[in-house]
């Protein structure tokens, strides 16, 4: 049976809590013994990834657990219940990284467009600096630019809100403003 299930688990979760909020070594402890095998099983059960990333993630929830402790709420439900909502989370942001990383390497291997009318060697510069920033920075500007996405459509594709794109966008565009100046130096100096 797993944790919480029954009211002896119940009472033990308030106690526990209190130990985890106070930092005891003795909580934490517990907390791991009774906790890191069902939790585990829990993510293995819903997750199609291997055991490493398995490991990950219910590390992740864990690391989770220690820092909001203090917005655990035995009222609202038994600490397994809680675990339990923050694995889900945390699979389905591992479900999230790894449909977009996909969709990243599949941008990113895709054959480059047509440079625009530059001289070769401007717009080698140009991809020379889009392939120089990081790839967060090259996807959003990919989406933009090389698909023509709206602002509203890139949210939607990488599952973020409106602000967030906007934002991503403006550090994107003075990442690749900044190797694009870059790089025109070193070909000058060339």
């Known amino acids: ?25 003795g909580a934490w402890d517990r907390f791991y013994t009774l906790y890191a095998g069902p939790l585990f099983r829990f993510v293995v059960a819903r997750s199609a990834e291997g055991k490493g990333r ?16 203090g917005r655990y709420d035995p009222k609202r439900g038994s600490l397994w219940a809680w675990l339990c909502g923050i694995a889900v989370n945390k699979l389905r942001e591992s479900a999230r990284n790894v449909r977009r990383g996909g969709l990243l390497r599949q941008r990113l291997t895709a054959p480059l467009p047509s440079a ?22 090259q996807e959003v500007l990919s989406l ?7 602002v509203r459509a890139i949210a939607k594709e990488l599952g973020s809100s409106e602000k967030a794109v906007e934002s991503r966008l403006s550090r994107a565009r003075e990442a690749f403003r900044k190797e694009y100046r870059e790089c025109r130096t070193q070909a000058r100096k060339e």
């Open 1 to 25: 049976m797993e944790p919480g299930l029954n009211p002896k688990d119940r009472r033990e979760d308030k106690a526990l809590a209190r130990g985890l909020k106070a930092g005891k070594r």
């Open 116 to 137: 625009p009318a530059r001289s070769d060697e401007s717009s080698s510069e140009l991809f020379q600096a889009l392939g120089s920033i990081h790839p967060r920075h």
């Open 54 to 69: 398995v490991e990950d993630i219910v590390q992740d929830v864990v690391v989770v657990a220690v820092e909001r402790i």
């Open 144 to 150: 933009k630019y090389m698909e023509g996405l709206s």
